[in-house]
């Protein structure tokens, strides 16, 4: 007897191609998680074919052993051209994609993750992209570690809930402590009180001071963190620190300037 079909949207987080006409895809679905698929005949297509990150809506048949599923269909929902056209914006949908094939494990029921994904690729569904403005995309990465429990909250020490004096991020317990609980820890690392203001807010309006610095100071953490619970590193994060660090050196009035420079 074989299984009902199932149909979903999903995003399509990496993509190959596989003999001469298909592709083979790693696609985070709404309803029934990671699914490792193939597309026959997707080349042969006409009009835009398959792709990184794009939206699909995909028809298939659970495989019996639960590997590689066949899609009997597939439509693209959505795009995100703007993704395409900003090498920051693709490099950081890239360490999303990655961080969640590193984080999560095939055919997992993983909603709240298809829901940040989701929250994640609509801030590309604007014309323009602005990457760096907003600190949205840092607290979805966040998020994400969160909603896999990998990492807690920076509201409050991990160990005696206190809200203050919040200096330090444990790799021990993947969350932030204050100054007495991290007394003695050795396996701790030192944040300042802004980078943990921004990190425990929900609002991502209102921040004035220059970002950067902390999206910088983030991913550094970021990259330690998923080293840490995978014991990989993800391609795209070296990447992205290296186009952050080179951005931070073209704003010359963010950065402590020489005086002879005037
Ligand atoms: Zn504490």
Known sequence: MSELARESSAYVLDCRDFRETSQLLVLLSEKSGRIDAVAR?????????????????????????????????WELEETYPSLR?????????????????????????????????????????????????????????????????????WRECAICKTRKSLNWFSFSVMAPLCDQCAFGENDVYPV?????????????????????????AFFHLYGEIIGRITERSLPSLELLKKTLAQRKSRVPFRVARDPRET
Do not use: N
């Not at 006409?46 to 066949?70: A, H, M």
């Open 192 to 216: 300042s009180s802004t980078f943990v203001r921004i990190m425990g807010e929900d609002k991502t309006e209102g921040w004035r001071g220059d970002a950067t610095l902390w999206i910088e």
């Open 85 to 153: 056209t900003s090498y920051l914006a693709y490099l950081l949908a890239s360490v999303w994609a990655e961080s969640i094939v590193a984080l999560t494990a095939a055919a997992g029921e993983e909603e709240e993750v298809y829901r940040l994904t989701s929250d994640f690729f609509c801030t590309f569904q604007q014309e323009k992209v602005v990457v760096l403005s907003t600190l949205k995309h840092v607290r979805l990465f966040w998020k994400l570690l969160e909603s896999v429990g990998y990492a807690g909250s």
């Open 41 to 73: 005949g997707s080349r042969k297509a006409k009009g835009p074919g398959l792709d990184r990150f794009s939206k699909v809506f995909v028809v298939w048949r659970p495989s019996r052993t639960g590997g590689l599923v066949t899609l009997s269909r």
